[in-house]
């Protein structure tokens, strides 16, 4: 089946560093990708999506000059969170499409926490 | 008011009970819908999409009623591996999903 793939799972991180997160489709072509941020016991929420060889479109309160998508391939996003600090620490996390009506895929999610 | 809106939970039940949850949703012009399973520190995985006809998957039967905005999902003779939080999700325009908060599920022996 579709496989997504999100890499690194889990980083520690001082406050001040940029960290990039890369979401990778496996087995399959993805023009579209989501990106989701999770705090504790809350649900996903959806930050933006990703257009490959466009620029992302964000959701609403989301700082795209903070959180910097790019999508240059058709199996490959990335979110970079700039200068990250403690109030970014949360559970982020990619979905992809396989096209038609076919639900979306999600990677395994990346866990940030920024000291 | 939040678009998908779920039972706030936690439910907790004895093996072999029936579980139903319930959501409901504002933007009538979702296009589809889905029930996923989110296990703690893990990512969301579908359980099942939700159809006007109603689907069934085992012990599993999905329920969507587009003019009262309203899904659900049942679960019968319930498993200790049935534990979990049990997410609502819409889709909408572009492919935007849109969870619920969840509940969460919690099967005793």
């Known amino acids: 089946g579709a496989v997504v793939s999100q890499h690194p799972s889990w980083v520690i991180c001082k406050s001040g560093t940029s960290v990039k997160i890369e979401c990778r489709s496996l087995d399959f072509q993805a023009t579209t990708m989501f990106w989701y941020r999770q705090f504790p016991k809350q649900s996903l929420m959806l930050m933006a999506t990703s257009n490959e060889g466009s620029k992302a479109t964000y959701e609403q309160g989301v700082e795209k000059d903070k959180f910097l998508i790019n999508h240059a391939s058709l199996t490959l996003s990335t979110l970079t969170v700039t200068s990250a600090h403690p109030e970014d620490s949360s559970f982020y996390i990619c979905?992809?499409?396989?096209?038609?009506?076919?639900?979306?895929?999600f990677g395994d999610g990346t866990r940030l926490s920024i000291l | 008011r939040k678009e998908v809106e779920q039972d706030p939970g936690p439910f907790n039940v004895p093996e072999g009970a029936t579980v139903a949850f319930n959501c409901t949703y504002s933007?009538?012009?979702?296009?589809?819908f889905f029930w996923y399973r989110q296990d703690c520190r893990k990512e969301p995985k579908l359980l099942m999409s939700v159809y006007s006809s109603g689907n069934e998957d085992g012990r599993f039967t999905a329920q969507l009623n587009r003019a009262s905005q309203y899904i659900s999902l049942l679960i019968r003779d319930s498993k200790l591996s049935d534990s979990a939080t049990y997410l609502c999700?819409?889709?909408?325009?572009?492919?935007?999903?849109?969870f619920g908060q969840g509940t969460e599920l919690s099967v005793k022996p």
């Open positions: 999700v819409v889709e909408n325009q572009g492919g935007k999903l849109i």
């Open positions: 979905s992809a499409h396989t096209g038609g009506n076919q639900p979306q895929h």
């Open positions: 933007n009538s012009a979702s296009q589809s």
